[in-house]
Structures are given as structure tokens and as C-alpha cells.
């Protein structure tokens, strides 16, 4: 498949100030988006239209997920509060505190029967989604410093942090396996064949971490990333390593022999912070701290 070069035009602006986080509903036909702004817009990257805002954050958002049958999603954000919320009516249906400080990542699992958030407090916290309860499920504990990200795969949760290390809870058998980086942390993403993890780290480099062993199979450089989080992703069905930059660029790597295959200038020269790529066809959105959300296609 392509790779999605050409910058549709015009960028989506209705964000103030610089846009965190932005991602796909299942099907890819919609994007959420979230920032400082406290705002999280859902829009059609095909028309290039907005459809709906949600408003109910205090402080700026910075992570957004959606439920396999995309009828709600979870945020998250400075506001040290989750969020659960129905998509069509726009209204928070759930609202979950108890983090000391700014929760930076969510996730839904497989069914959206628990969502798990992890938070500048080192702590990532379970909830369960069917139950009315205010308190946890499960607080788990071992990071040393901010959680920054996490994703919740099966019976496991990935996390990454600013400690340096990545772990992986297999909460069936009740397992930990602790890799260490020796960087912090700032996104982990597993492969589709669940065979490996994409890490980023604040050293300039993505790692792709075997998952058995903990060996490193590929380095992936000539990006920039030494002081903000900005997120990594698989593209193409793990054909391509996509990510951000603080110089305002889009980098892509083959995954096999590292090399960048694709450099795109945007966001007006300012940190790119997030990319997410369409399951099925050669299309990606990024977002940065121009304020802009911008959908690429193959041209």
C-alpha cells in the first residue's frame, strides 16, 4: 500500500492553542481530537468537516480513546479526572477522579468494560465501566516516575514511563515483565501480530522491542524527540514506523531495515505531537502545537 504524502487542504483549525492528542473510531470514517483548549472535536477527515465538540474538561486534554462499537469514548487530561462519554449525545455519562495530579493516557479493553488511565502520580488505575463505583478496581503501582502511556491488549496492559522502563501486567496470570529503556518513555504501541512493542523514547530514537525476550529488532532515528511526548505508531499493517518530531516534521521508517522512507514538513514548523493511521487504507492524521489537525492521503 502507499504511503499517504499529500496534505489535504485546509488543515482543521477549531482548536485554540496546541492540539495533544488525535484518533480513529474503529470503522476510521471519524477522527477525535483533544487540546489545550479543553475541547475534544469529532470530525469527518473526509470532508474535512466538524461534526460535534464536547465540552467538559477544566483543564487541557491530552488523550483520547474509543470503544469497539464507537457509540463512546474516554478522555482524559489535566484535570486529573476521566471521562467516559456517549458520542451521539455528547453528554459524560461517567466521571472518574482519584489521580494526584494530570492523567496523561487511556485506554479501553477489547469490549470497553474497563478502562485503565495512567497518570503523572506514577499510578495506572482500573475502572470498571459497568459499575457506579468511584473507587478503582486495581491501582498498579511499580512505575517509579509519570506514566505516559499505556495501551491495553487482551489480558495485558502495556505501560511506558518517564522511569524509563516499559512493563507488561498479564493480569490473567498475574505477571509483570519490566524492560528498561534507559530513556523516558513517551509512547508504546503493540505490533499487530503481538509479537513486538514500538517505543519512544526522549533520545532522539523508537525502539521495537521483542516482546519474548526483550531484545531490541530495529532502531529508528532522524527524528527529533528530546523534551515533549509525542506518539508513534505502526502504519500499513506494520509495513511502516510513523512519528512526530519537534522540528515540525512527519517521519517514516520501513520497518524491516529502518530507513526512512518519507519526510513531511507541517504544523508550521512546531512540535508535531501525535499520528494515527487509518486500519484500511493509505490515509493518517496528525496533530501539533500550531493548533491544527491535518489529514494526509495518497495522491
Known amino acids: 500500500m502507499p504511503f499517504p504524502t499529500y496534505a489535504k487542504s485546509p488543515p482543521l483549525r477549531d482548536h485554540v492553542g496546541a492540539v495533544n492528542v488525535v484518533t480513529y473510531n474503529t ?39 474509543v470503544s469497539f462499537d464507537n457509540s463512546k469514548f474516554v478522555s482524559c487530561g489535566g484535570d486529573r479526572t476521566i471521562f467516559l462519554w456517549d458520542v451521539s449525545t455528547g453528554i459524560t455519562t461517567r466521571r472518574m477522579g482519584g489521580h494526584m495530579s494530570r492523567v496523561n493516557t487511556v ?68 505477571q509483570l515483565t519490566s524492560d528498561y ?61 510513523v512519528s512526530g518530531s519537534e522540528n515540525g516534521k512527519v517521519v517514516a521508517w520501513d520497518l524491516l531495515s529502518g530507513r526512512i522512507v518519507h519526510e513531511l514538513s507541517c504544523h508550521s514548523g512546531e512540535v508535531v505531537s501525535c499520528v494515527t493511521y487509518h486500519t484500511k487504507k493509505p490515509q493518517m492524521v496528525t496533530c501539533g502545537a500550531d493548533g491544527s489537525v491535518q489529514v494526509w492521503e495518497y495522491h
Open 27 to 65: 470503522t476510521g470514517q471519524y477522527i477525535l481530537s483533544g487540546g489545550a483548549d479543553r475541547k475534544i472535536i469529532l470530525w469527518n477527515p473526509n470532508q474535512l468537516k466538524l461534526v460535534k465538540s464536547y465540552n467538559a474538561h477544566g483543564y487541557g486534554v491530552l488523550d483520547i480513546a
Open 107 to 174: 485506554d479501553f479493553n477489547v469490549d470497553a468494560s474497563v478502562i485503565a488511565s495512567g497518570s503523572y502520580d506514577s499510578n495506572v488505575r482500573l475502572w470498571d465501566c459497568k459499575s457506579n463505583s468511584q473507587k478503582p478496581i486495581q491501582i498498579l503501582e511499580e512505575a517509579k516516575d509519570s506514566i505516559t502511556s499505556l495501551q491495553i491488549v487482551g489480558n495485558e496492559i502495556i505501560t511506558g514511563s518517564v522511569d524509563g522502563c516499559v512493563r507488561v501486567y498479564d493480569l490473567r496470570k498475574g
Open 181 to 241: 529503556i534507559g530513556h523516558p518513555v513517551t509512547s508504546v504501541r503493540q505490533s499487530t501480530d503481538e509479537a513486538c512493542i514500538l517505543i519512544s523514547s526522549l533520545d532522539n530514537t523508537i525502539r521495537l522491542l521483542d516482546k519474548t525476550n526483550g531484545t531490541v529488532l530495529q532502531s529508528f532515528k532522524g527524528h527529533e524527540n528530546k523534551e515533549f511526548r509525542i506518539s508513534s505508531c505502526f502504519g500499513d499493517n506494520d509495513v511502516f514506523v
